[in-house]
């Protein structure tokens, strides 16, 4: 009698050791695609790229950054008073401020080379002329927060 399982066939146990290679392969592919699934739909404390700054406009008008800083055709990221936006500049004296926060799962969105809004987490890619999304997962638009010219500085709120 086998002590492991309490079969009486010696060539049971060595037919049937135990877990196959079939069911090991298996057991490992569905323990990689929980974790994968998980690392998807984790919460975000532990994303380093997680929206750590308030995703909305501020509370009031904030002077957020130069209008010089801005390049035409291009996107800069302002913080102020614990607000991150996304700041463009399309087309020559046309300014837009979008969140700097993902509408897929929450990252922080940058600018990337000054010209693309991009997410770190899963490429998604947002418009400069109207926050929509260009590419990856995302299929909402950055929200738009109201924008004013003050003289030579932007206000975003």
Known sequence: MCNT?????????????????RAAVGAVSAG????????????MDSDATAASIDPGAPA?????????????GGVIKATAQGTSVMITQPTEGTFHAFSSVCTHQG?????????????????????TEDGAPQGGPAETALP????????????VG
């Open 5 to 21: 399982c309490g079969c009486s066939s010696a060539k049971e146990i060595t037919e049937n050791p135990g877990m196959t290679r």
């Open 60 to 72: 009031e008008p904030t002077d957020m950054a130069a209008v010089a800083d801005v390049p035409v």
């Open 32 to 43: 990689a695609g929980a974790l994968a699934l998980t690392a998807c739909g984790s919460s």
């Open 144 to 155: 738009e927060f109201p924008l004013e010219i003050k003289g030579d500085r932007i206000w």
């Open 107 to 127: 990252c922080q969105v940058n600018a990337q080379k000054e010209k693309t809004i991009n997410c770190p987490c899963h490429a998604s890619v947002f418009s």
